[in-house]
């Protein structure tokens, strides 16, 4: 049985960034969007960027942003994947990826079975779709918010590569894994002390967890 592909999310510091690598998390996600808590800045990025290098794989997640806000990203943390949290429509994320030549998640917020439907769009451009919790259309950061959405409504998802998110903790992950049949995982709030702030006991706590079962 191959083991589930864990990213921890929002990391903006050297000691949580190690905790991750430490509890031997898959993807170590940073957050390029000033509104979010857990925004860092291209200074930090080029620190925790080399920090991982070569101990796991990067994600850097930026929300609508334009050619040159990915492109000082970039050459900042040199990220492994880019993540795409915003609006951007199927054609978008076609342009960035034969544009930077990097792997792109897409998220697509889910309420409803239509959403699931929709995130068909992106099936054979995103390299992988990341279900997450649909957030409020007035929401000032659109993810991190600790939401789950029904998990239900993955079941026989027909989406080729796709990860699990929102709302995702240490005590529901096996519980998500086992309805959803997800192969991979992805949290942020439910491995935070506080808002914004990661806990290295909750990330180890959640990477055992979820590769368990
Ligand atoms: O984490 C943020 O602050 C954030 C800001 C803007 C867009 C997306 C953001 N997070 C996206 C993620 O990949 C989160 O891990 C995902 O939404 C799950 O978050 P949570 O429900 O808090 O585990």
């Known amino acids: 049985m191959s083991s589930?592909?864990?990213?921890i999310c929002g990391l903006s510091s050297p000691e949580t960034l190690l905790a991750a690598i430490g509890a031997g998390a898959d993807m170590a996600g940073f957050v390029f969007f000033e509104k979010s808590p857990r925004h860092i800045d291209l200074e930090t990025a080029?620190?925790?960027?080399?920090?991982?290098?070569?101990?796991?794989?990067?994600?850097?997640?930026?929300v609508n942003a334009d050619d040159a806000a990915l492109q000082d990203i970039i050459d900042a943390l040199a990220p492994d994947y880019l993540q795409?949290?915003?609006?951007?429509?199927?054609?978008?994320?076609?342009?960035?990826?034969?544009?930077?030549?990097?792997?792109?998640i897409k998220a697509a917020g889910v309420a409803t079975?239509?959403?699931?439907?929709?995130?068909?769009?992106?099936?054979?451009?995103?390299?992988?779709?990341?279900?997450?919790a649909k957030p409020a259309p007035n929401a000032a950061v659109p993810g991190g918010a600790g939401v789950a959405f029904d998990w239900s409504l993955l079941r026989g998802v027909a989406a080729k590569h796709w990860m699990l998110s929102g709302g995702l903790t240490p005590e529901n992950v096996a519980e998500a894994i086992r309805l959803t049949g997800a192969r991979a995982v992805d949290v942020s709030s439910g491995v935070e002390r506080e808002r914004g702030v990661k806990d290295a006991a909750k990330i180890s706590a959640f990477v055992k967890a979820a590769r368990l079962s």
């Open 4 to 7: 589930t592909i864990v990213k």
């Open 46 to 62: 080029r620190t925790l960027g080399r920090l991982a290098d070569g101990r796991i794989s990067k994600v850097a997640l930026a």
């Open 84 to 104: 795409l949290h915003g609006h951007e429509p199927p054609a978008r994320v076609a342009k960035v990826k034969a544009r930077f030549g990097l792997p792109v």
């Open 113 to 132: 079975s239509g959403d699931v439907e929709a995130a068909r769009a992106y099936e054979d451009i995103a390299d992988v779709i990341l279900f997450d």
